[in-house]
């Protein structure tokens, strides 16, 4: 039975301002985020029916389907392996949606291009209200700016690799409900504005752009666009800057990282490593 195994990391995002665009290949996203040493580890195989395992267990993962369907008209079965949680602002279904496309890829040797299948991937997250921004991140790998829309996949990257992040997931939040609000869109927009300038600014000072300089900007951003308004979450942030140490919220999960140990926490790394096949 032909199969294949690609690789692709989970996403944090710090800042994200939404870009609208009738067609969903050209939508996305403005932003800061990195990638982590975890992520998710996808294999496909043949099968009688289109069908998505997770951690050993069926899941209706919609944008990993909607890549099946763009890709191919074979039945494909993924097995989708991950240590973290779906909903909780890990960009794992773009992650998803990223490696199935190189595995189906590889499978079926369909000579498609990396970006390519970047693109296929991104547009499913888009269609399917998931994400915005993850897949240009996790093509590339690393510290990711965003100034010019996601789906340009354009991107530069900040010298802030190989080091420790810490991070705490308290519930799901749906991406969804998020982007397609209205009220809160402007609210996210207007100040993910401001913070975009002053990444800009760091960046053209030339100066060593720290991790606690983005996470700063990134709790003002999460604070102004009233994201950040869950108890437990609020609470984290609040306990981690009082024992000193920098935390914002985890776009978009009820989720903290921060760049110190904390209550609860695991530590994963920031690594400089694009989505690839094993």
């Known amino acids: ?11 944090i995002s710090c800042i994200f301002k939404i870009y609208l665009h009738q067609n969903p290949r050209w939508m996305g996203s403005y932003g800061v985020g990195f990638t982590l040493n975890e992520g998710v580890t996808i294999k496909a195989e043949e099968s009688k029916k289109n069908e998505v395992i997770f951690n050993n267990s069926p899941i209706n ?22 240590k973290l949680p779906l909903g909780c602002g890990f960009g794992l279904s773009g992650a998803g ?15 498609k291009s ?22 240009a ?9 965003k100034l010019r829309p996601s789906s340009y996949f354009i991107v530069s990257r900040l010298p802030i690799d190989n080091i420790g992040v810490y991070c705490r997931y308290f519930s799901k ?15 996210i927009n207007k100040s993910a504005s401001i913070a975009l300038n002053k990444i800009k ?16 900007i990134s709790k003002e951003f ?24 920098n935390a914002s919220m985890i776009m978009l999960g009820n989720a903290v990282f921060s760049d110190k140990p904390f209550k609860d926490s695991i530590r994963l790394k920031i690594l400089n490593e694009g989505a690839h096949l094993l």
């Not at 970047?118 to 897949?135: I, P, Q």
């Open 1 to 11: 039975m032909k199969s294949a195994k690609a690789f692709a990391p989970a996403n």
């Open 61 to 82: 993962f919609p944008t990993i389907k909607n890549v099946i369907e763009k890709l191919t008209k074979e039945n494909i079965k993924i097995y989708v392996n991950s």
């Open 97 to 111: 949606a990223l490696a199935s496309a190189y595995s189906i890829n590889k499978m079926l040797d369909l000579k």
């Open 114 to 135: 990396d970006r390519e299948l970047a693109v296929l991937a991104h547009t499913a997250e888009v269609e399917n209200k998931t994400g915005l921004g993850d897949v």
């Open 137 to 145: 991140n996790q093509f590339y790998g690393g510290f990711c700016v």
């Open 173 to 187: 939040l749906s991406t969804r409900s998020i982007i397609t609000n209205q009220k809160l869109k402007y609210n």
């Open 201 to 216: 600014k760091l960046i053209q000072k030339g100066e060593h752009t720290s991790f606690s300089d983005v996470i700063k």
């Open 222 to 245: 999460a604070a102004q666009s009233k994201l950040l308004k869950e108890k437990k979450t609020m609470q984290a942030i609040k306990e981690i800057e009082e024992n000193n140490g």
